[in-house]
């Protein structure tokens, strides 16, 4: 229950890039290997802060290092998740027939961006400052 918000990003990651017919099959795995692992590190080490730090009170150390490591992994997480967004929408641009279908595309991206850019808040959430 902890790390809810951390599977829900991975399954909309691991969706796009399952359902995207333009990425191969083996760059799929590179791309859900890369997720798993990061995952995994990413989860260690949080709970390694959270053991080393988290007592009552709760030091000033513990949130400067949970957000600082939170921020490091959020470019590792969604710097890629961009590129793959922006690969696919590239694609579909360069091969929609037609302007009426370039334009419907375009309007995707709206939508994408605001989808993109939630997601990206709540995993922030997890080096919570107050």
Known sequence: MKYMALWFILGIVFS??????????????????????????????????YSEYHRVP???????????????MLGFYFVPFLLILLFIYFWLFRNANGVKKRFLISLTIVPAAIIYLCLL??????????
């Open 58 to 72: 709760v030091p000033e150390k513990f949130w400067e290092t949970n957000s600082d490591w939170v921020g490091l």
């Open 16 to 49: 796009i890039t399952l359902a995207a017919k333009q990425i191969k099959p083996w760059l799929k795995f590179v791309i859900f290997g890369y997720y798993l692992v990061l995952s995994y590190l990413f989860i260690s080490r949080k709970e390694e802060i």
């Open 121 to 130: 808040f709540v995993f922030s959430m997890y080096g919570y400052r107050p």
